[in-house]
């Protein structure tokens, strides 16, 4: 039922990213679209970042990322790390276990590439999935700061 996602599938998870989004903002109209399948094939082709979809009947009814790096090690944590994003599920086939099957495909794939650490945000609606799996709410002192021109 879920597969990795390879280089020739970035048209198709760009495609669950904007139904991602679409859950926090207004749908994209922009042309953002080919510029992210382009840097997201690069990327899977590279290894920095790994995929996971459910195909039904021919179609990617659901999808998810994550970016895979390594950062200075400290005291008990060797650095590795990876970020879950973009986890969706086209709507009109939501509520079928394909975003639960999507995250665990992605957790194992980093836990077989011995990741120590997996964060990610989660939605309202996705927040529950993600506890089941044994994430739990972080004690985050995150910022931000976007470059404004």
Do not use: C, K, N
């Amino acid at each position: 039922m879920v597969r990795d996602a390879t280089p020739d599938d970035a048209a198709a998870l760009v495609r669950i990213r904007e139904v991602m989004l679409a859950t926090f903002v207004e749908a994209p109209t922009d042309t953002w679209q080919a510029d992210a399948a382009e840097e997201l094939r690069r990327q899977l082709e590279a290894g920095t970042m790994i995929g996971a979809l459910v195909e039904i009947d021919g179609v990617v009814a659901s999808g998810g990322l994550a970016r895979v790096w390594r950062q200075l090690p400290g005291p008990g944590d060797d650095g590795s790390r990876a970020w879950i994003f973009s986890v969706a599920t086209e709507e009109p086939l939501r509520r079928r276990g394909y975003a639960r099957a999507v995250v665990t495909h992605l957790v194992e794939r980093l836990d077989s590439l011995g990741t120590a650490r997996i964060d990610l945000t989660a939605s309202d609606d996705g927040e529950p999935l993600y506890l089941s799996l044994g994430f739990s709410r972080a004690e985050s002192p995150l910022l931000r700061r976007r470059r404004t021109s």
